[in-house]
């Protein structure tokens, strides 16, 4: 029995590192310093792939992002911690989990802690669809309470995106 439990178990595990790996849009950001995620913001970051090594104990995540009117490609690694967070460097000390991951949108909370030290919570959907339903709506205004993030600092960010990657990415 004990040996069905954790076969059922590694197998939920791989499917849910499945579900996050693949092509990816940012539809919504949200923070409580709403200035990091403006547009130009050094946070609002239009991500387009997630992947993971064999077990997912690291995490690679590429994305643009819009500073000075230049857009920029980068791909971070982050590397999972002892509490099944990761952590990575960017514009800081990042530490972030996905909390929702279906074939449609991905979610990850986060906090970056910048050079000066102020710290921000940031939340992430990433999806195939250009648009949250009512629904999903409503659960990322959940969330954005219990992370303590003004449901007002969310920002609709697919279509602020870099030019350059909208056609050749």
Same mark, same amino acid.
Request: charged share 25%; aromatic share 10%.
């Given at each position: 029995?004990?040996?069905?439990?954790?076969? @059922?178990?590694?197998?939920?595990? @791989?499917?849910? &590192?499945?579900?996050?790996?693949?092509?990816?849009?940012?539809?919504?950001?949200?923070? =409580?310093?709403? *200035?990091?995620?403006?547009?130009?913001? =050094?946070?609002?970051? &239009?991500?387009?792939?997630?992947?993971?090594?064999?077990?997912?104990?690291?995490?690679?995540?590429?994305? &643009?992002?819009?500073? =000075?009117?230049?857009?920029?490609?980068?791909?971070?690694?982050?590397?999972?911690?002892?509490?099944?967070? &990761?952590?990575?460097?960017?514009?800081?000390?990042?530490?972030?989990?996905?909390?929702?991951?279906?074939?449609? =949108?991905?979610?990850?909370?986060?906090?970056?802690?910048?050079?000066?030290?102020?710290?921000?919570?940031?939340?992430?959907?990433?999806?195939?669809?250009?648009?949250?339903?009512?629904?999903?709506?409503?659960?990322?205004?959940?969330?954005?309470?219990?992370?303590?993030?003004?449901? *007002?600092?969310?920002?609709?960010?697919?279509?602020?995106?870099?030019? @350059?990657?909208? *056609?050749?990415?």
């Amino acid at each position: 029995m004990v040996k069905f439990l954790l076969l @059922a178990l590694a197998f939920g595990l @791989a499917h849910a &590192y499945d579900e996050l790996q693949g092509k990816w849009d940012t539809i919504v950001v949200a923070a =409580n310093n709403v *200035e990091k995620i403006e547009l130009g913001g =050094n946070l609002r970051l &239009y991500v387009r792939e997630v992947t993971c090594n064999n077990d997912c104990t690291e995490m690679y995540i590429t994305f &643009y992002v819009n500073l =000075n009117g230049q857009c920029s490609k980068t791909t971070v690694t982050g590397y999972k911690q002892a509490d099944g967070t &990761y952590r990575t460097q960017y514009e800081g000390d990042n530490i972030f989990q996905p909390v929702y991951a279906t074939s449609k =949108n991905l979610v990850f909370t986060g906090k970056n802690t910048d050079r000066a030290g102020k710290e921000t919570k940031l939340i992430f959907v990433l999806g195939k669809s250009k648009t949250l339903s009512q629904e999903e709506n409503e659960k990322l205004e959940a969330l954005t309470e219990k992370e303590d993030i003004p449901k *007002e600092n969310i920002r609709d960010v697919l279509a602020t995106g870099c030019p @350059a990657f909208q *056609e050749s990415d």
